[in-house]
């Protein structure tokens, strides 16, 4: 599911249809000001005209910021959604219907960075609950893990380094009581813990290094 589709389903609508993988066309098929007026009047044949001729315009903003191209293409679907749901916000008399889109190219750019920092968020949490010593200093894993999305990647890892994340996310066990519930040697469970996080890191994005050694 992407993104787009993702978002929608959260909030309880119909997604907007999926639309093509953006190409800029030979010339403009129609005038600016009637693709326009056609798109704030709801015509989706201006919507797919619009995204054809600034869709491209979109997503090399996106590349260029983000740096990833999955995330551009997600961004670019994204911004396109947002404009049709929100179309009547579009005001002609205080600017064209590219600028508008630039804005909300804008928008969801920075929704995108605020992702990846939260993911990167994530990753740094865990690895900091594991190099924690004593249980009195410990912060709450609800207060420090989104739950949801962490619950659903431990269940991806390997049993050995699963079975150690989950004892110090859930049972706020440190490394020492781990090695001492499971009878692995210290320095086993430390490497499971720093490969779990990575394989984390990895699939949340993200290319913080988590320093476990300590």
């Known amino acids: 599911m992407t993104t787009a589709q ?8 119909a997604p907007a249809p999926r639309l093509p993988a953006p190409e800029p066309l030979a010339g403009p098929d129609i005038e600016e000001a009637d693709l326009a007026d056609g798109f ?10 619009a995204h054809r001729r600034w869709g491209p315009l979109v997503y ?11 995330e551009a293409e997600d961004v670019t ?6 404009a049709w749901r929100g179309r009547s916000g579009f005001a002609p008399g205080r600017g064209t219907l590219p600028g508008w889109l630039m804005g909300i190219t804008r928008r969801k750019i920075a929704d995108a960075l605020s992702a990846r920092t939260r993911r990167t ?10 190099l924690l010593v004593a249980p009195d200093e410990a912060v709450s ?4 893990i989104d739950r949801v999305v962490l619950a659903d990647e431990l269940a991806r890892l390997p049993a050995p380094q699963r079975r150690v994340l989950n004892l110090a996310f859930y049972d706020d066990l440190t490394q020492t009581q781990i090695a001492e519930l499971t009878g692995w040697p210290l ?22 290094r988590v320093d476990c050694a300590a």
Not at 60 to 70: C, P, T
Not at 141 to 144: L, N, Q, S, T, V
Not at 187 to 207: F, M
């Open 60 to 70: 090399a903003l996106a590349r260029r910021s983000l740096g990833d191209a999955k």
């Open 77 to 82: 679907q994204l911004v396109f959604f947002a």
């Open 6 to 13: 993702q978002t929608s389903a959260d909030i309880g609508e």
């Open 187 to 208: 320095g086993t469970v430390k490497s499971h813990a720093r490969r779990g996080l990575h394989r984390l890191a990895r699939r949340l994005g993200t290319d913080e």
């Open 141 to 144: 894993p609800e207060g420090a």
């Open 40 to 49: 704030l009047a709801g015509d989706e044949a201006c919507l797919e005209a």
């Open 121 to 130: 968020e994530l990753v740094a949490a865990a690895g900091a609950r594991l």
